[in-house]
């Protein structure tokens, strides 16, 4: 293979490297008490995460919620989680706070890698967040009505970077999704897995099972305009009855962190056939490139 031809495969050689992921998934107490109010499961797959098929002990955070906040999003950008905080109350500024962890020992352990980020964004009355994922180009911002009707359920606000997102200042137009949520459930995250997104629904009464579903979306235009990829999953999971998801994340581990460029089956066999033609120097220059800066 020639080097352009290699260099031009790269980010294709990268979105298939981001594949491997671990699941993240967070819960919250629905009581506000003084520690331990967030615990983390995590999941080898996708498919491990619709089965509630769990790859370790559930982590407890120490971390103590203000009263008068709750979390309602967690996103890992391939170098930091970002954990979103938003007021319970609607008010007309400073309605959300993002605290960055290093990593998932530090999220789980509330060791934090800098100080708490107050965005000014005042949010609709009538809306809360109910997601935030970095999608290897942008942040994702999703909002959820607080009421139920039956279209335009959702809203996406996209970001360029951390700090777009910190201080409220979108990349594009809102884009409002016209789907109608099922009366019975709340979106609780919102994900991309290094190929596609993932949106989270949970059950708004507490049941004994089945209270997680997740449908996914091949690209953000898809996500927009709910049109998903394949057939809803649901979880058999039982969530404890005092406590809620409120987030989910995909924990690349691709460095670099995964970017979204469409990826046809045919092509990603293609460039697996080639790399096994001429495996040893291609892994040594894929290596040096995708190599720390
Ligand atoms: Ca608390
Ligand atoms: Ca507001
Ligand atoms: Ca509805
Ligand atoms: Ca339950």
């Given at each position: ?36 109010e967030l615990v983390f499961r995590s999941h080898a797959s ?20 203000a009263g008068s906040f709750s979390t309602t999003g967690l ?92 201080n409220n200042l979108p990349s594009a137009p809102d884009r ?118």
């Amino acid at each position: 293979m020639r080097l352009p031809t290699l260099i031009a495969l790269l980010p294709l050689l990268a979105a298939l490297a981001a594949q491997a992921a671990t699941v993240r998934l967070m819960f919250e107490r629905d009581d506000d008490v003084a520690s331990n109010e967030l615990v983390f499961r995590s999941h080898a797959s996708l498919d491990d995460l619709a089965n509630n098929v769990i790859a370790e002990p559930d982590r407890i955070s120490p971390i103590n919620i203000a009263g008068s906040f709750s979390t309602t999003g967690l996103t890992w950008d391939g170098q930091q989680f970002v954990l979103m905080f938003e007021r319970d109350d609607d008010v007309a500024s400073n309605e959300l706070v993002f605290r960055t962890h290093a990593s998932f020992d530090d999220l789980a352990g509330n060791v934090i890698s800098g100080p708490d980020r107050i965005s000014p964004i005042n949010i609709a009355a009538n809306f809360s967040t109910t997601g935030l994922t970095w999608d290897g180009q942008q942040y994702v911002l999703m909002f959820e009505r607080d009421d139920d009707v039956a279209s335009n359920e959702l809203i996406f606000r996209t970001y360029a970077s951390f700090d777009d997102l910190a201080n409220n200042l979108p990349s594009a137009p809102d884009r409002i999704s016209p789907i109608n949520i099922a009366a019975n459930f709340s979106t609780r995250g919102l994900s991309w897995d290094g190929q596609q997104y993932v949106l989270m629904f949970e059950r708004d009464d507490d049941v004994a099972i089945n209270e997680l579903v997740f449908r996914t979306y091949a690209d953000f235009d898809d996500l927009a305009g709910n049109l998903p990829s394949a057939p809803d999953r649901i979880s058999p999971i039982n969530i404890a009855a005092n406590f809620s998801t409120t987030g989910l994340a995909f924990e690349w581990t691709a460095d670099p962190p995964p970017q979204p460029v469409p990826a046809p089956a045919s092509l990603a066999l293609a460039v697996l056939a080639l790399l096994a033609a001429t495996a040893t120097p291609v892994a040594r220059r894929v290596s040096r490139r995708r190599g720390r800066a």
